[in-house]
């Protein structure tokens, strides 16, 4: 699970201080039960793309640092720039090839080069500019490349049976949107939006991974209502009861829901684009 940076908007916090601050205890851990939930899917997609060989490689919001190490020694890219505005997870773990960046990806100077592969999953979600981003980095991409960008699609919809888990998403999904900006009503415009960034063709899919008992994205989840207990208090929509009942919810058989999917967009730039 990729760690997103820049700044917050309605709460003007940031993804890292106001709520998943690196620092705190097991904060790496649970981006890595992200990380064994969507993984697989995502350098699957990135290998069907043709990421490979003599490819560069930019990761923005790259968290722990999964993602790029799978594409230097499953895909054997040629390097991976790795992006994120704290990257004491990605130092933890050092490979041949993978470079860090510690930079702010909304900053006006941010500017790393051309990649044939520019990727991002759940970064642009937290961030409330998200649409003068996707251009931004639709620029990151040199002719003959693709921009692939993922982030969370909420299944908790009014007309979604009421669970445990339910009511205690939907607080979660206002309390970020409060607190950081987080907001991911708008993701699936992704394929809309990477055609407006000069990007063709574009294409799309979504995976939904099992709300198992001990599973990595159910051990995520809890994780991530707890870092996010107090935003989600503040609601109004769920109290302490609430959320160690859904907690509990998540562990047993009992559970019926649907995680929150992980939609993945991708947009190809031209040959003959200019550089």
């Known amino acids: 699970m990729n760690a997103?940076?820049?700044?917050?908007?309605?709460?003007?916090?940031?993804?890292?201080?106001a709520v998943f601050r690196p620092g705190q205890a097991g904060e790496g851990e649970r981006i890595d039960f992200?990380?064994?939930a969507y993984d697989d899917l995502t350098v699957a997609r990135l290998r069907a793309l043709g990421v490979g060989p003599g490819w560069r490689c930019l990761d923005v919001g790259a968290g722990t640092g999964t993602v790029s190490r799978r594409l230097l020694e499953e895909a054997e890219v040629t390097s991976v720039l790795a992006v994120d505005r704290d990257v004491r997870f990605l130092?933890?773990?050092?490979?041949p090839g993978l470079d860090l960046l510690e930079a702010d990806v909304t900053a006006d100077d941010f500017a790393p080069g051309r990649f044939r592969l520019v990727h991002a999953r759940f970064v642009l979600m937290h961030l409330p500019e998200h649409r003068r981003l996707v251009t931004k980095l639709a620029e990151l991409v040199e002719p003959g490349g693709v921009l692939v960008l993922g982030d969370a699609v909420d299944l908790t919809s009014d007309r979604t049976p009421g669970t445990p888990y339910t009511t205690v998403m939907r607080a979660m999904w206002q309390g970020l949107r409060d607190t950081i900006g987080t907001d991911v009503s708008w993701v699936p415009d992704y394929p809309h939006l990477l055609?407006?960034?000069g990007l063709e063709p574009v294409a799309a899919e979504i995976h939904v991974p099992p709300l198992l008992p001990g599973s990595p994205i159910s051990r995520f989840w809890?994780?991530?209502?707890?870092?996010?207990?107090?935003?989600?208090?503040?609601?109004?929509?769920?109290?302490?009861?609430?959320?160690?009942?859904?907690?509990?919810?998540?562990?047993?058989d009992a559970c019926?829901?649907?995680?929150?999917?992980?939609?993945?967009?991708?947009?190809?730039?031209?040959?003959?684009?200019?550089?």
């Open 256 to 275: 019926a829901a649907l995680s929150a999917g992980l939609l993945t967009a991708w947009g190809w730039k031209g040959e003959n684009a200019s550089r």
């Open 4 to 17: 997103a940076t820049g700044p917050g908007a309605q709460g003007g916090g940031r993804y890292g201080e």
């Open 195 to 197: 055609r407006e960034a």
């Open 34 to 36: 992200g990380a064994l």
């Open 222 to 252: 809890a994780d991530t209502w707890q870092r996010s207990r107090a935003a989600m208090l503040a609601t109004g929509l769920v109290d302490d009861a609430a959320v160690d009942e859904a907690v509990r919810y998540l562990d047993s």
């Open 91 to 95: 130092a933890e773990r050092p490979v």
